[in-house]
């Protein structure tokens, strides 16, 4: 008879003894998961102003990749029309409200528009390269990095009506120049949208493209442009605020006042003479 029969104890073999000792062996204490997130915050914290500023690169790519889009169809629009660039109506003087150089990131006006000669000059400015086909989406239009109140998603049904207000997130230069090939190289005819901060997609600098055909990055060096931007677009401050703007990316960062000699730079103005910015 099996000893365990007459002793009417049972004694588990050496192997099942071990197993249950492993099971029920002690969890991880307060202390272990306390050590384990603390090192996982400092992780976070070493990691995650990288990782921001790879995804803002990335984005900064996109944006500049939709930004020569833009202006490869401006190319093709001035080739196609003796060497002009699309006109706009808020770049018009009507005597009254003068002309609105913050609000051309503007492509479609409202049909009220009192400028308006006609209801066909409601596509204005960059949005003639959409209206008639030089650019297939919309989309090209609008920048990853913008965080202000004119994302893709506000606009993307607008394109598909035949009316409404549209804004995008790039800004056009109405030139006093009607040619192109007339316009000094420096002068810049493209850059991310200036209406507002919030219009200021990138913050650090911006993508812009020049009569010259190229299409480089502007640091906003000390933040000058961006604290020279309003909050309300509708003041002569926010006109001076853009005016700023394309001087100091016509010069590099290198000027940002319109005389002509300025003592204090030592730099002259490359667009002085030849383009006048409203």
């Known amino acids: 008879m099996p000893k365990w029969v007459e002793s009417r104890e049972y004694e588990a073999p050496a192997k099942t003894r071990n197993a249950l000792v492993v099971r029920t062996g002690r969890g991880f204490s307060m202390?272990?998961?306390?050590?384990?997130?603390?090192?996982?915050?400092?992780l976070m914290t070493?990691?995650?102003p990288s990782l921001t500023a790879a995804q803002e690169s990335a984005r900064r790519v996109r944006c500049a990749a939709n930004l020569r889009s833009i202006s490869q169809a401006l190319v093709m629009y001035?080739?196609?029309?003796?060497?002009r660039l699309p006109p706009s109506v808020l770049g018009r003087d009507d005597g009254v409200r003068g002309t609105e150089p913050q609000n051309m990131i503007f492509i479609r006006l409202q049909d009220?528009?009192?400028r308006l000669a006609s209801v066909d000059e409601k596509w204005d400015g960059l949005g003639i390269l959409f209206q008639q086909r030089y650019l297939d989406h919309p989309g090209v239009f609008y920048c990853p990095s913008h965080h202000g109140e004119h994302p893709y998603s506000r606009y993307a049904e607008a394109f598909l009506a035949t009316s409404g207000v549209i804004a995008g997130n790039y800004h056009f230069r109405h030139s006093t120049i009607q040619y192109l090939s007339d316009m000094d190289p420096s002068t810049t005819l493209l850059a991310d949208g200036m209406r507002t901060k919030l219009d200021y997609n990138h913050r650090t600098g911006n993508n812009m493209f020049r009569a010259d055909l190229s299409a480089p990055w502007f640091t906003d060096t000390g933040g000058k442009l961006f604290a020279k931007l309003t909050d309300d677009p509708s003041g002569a401050s926010a006109k001076e605020a853009v005016r700023f703007g394309w001087l100091l990316m016509?010069?590099?960062?290198?000027?940002?006042t319109m005389d002509t000699d300025d003592p204090e730079e030592g730099v002259p103005n490359p667009v002085a003479e030849v383009i006048k910015p409203y």
């Open 31 to 42: 202390v272990d998961l306390l050590v384990s997130m603390s090192v996982l915050v400092l």
């Open 46 to 48: 070493f990691l995650l």
């Open 78 to 83: 001035a080739f196609d029309n003796e060497d």
């Open 112 to 114: 009220e528009e009192p």
């Open 250 to 256: 016509d010069t590099d960062g290198k000027r940002s």
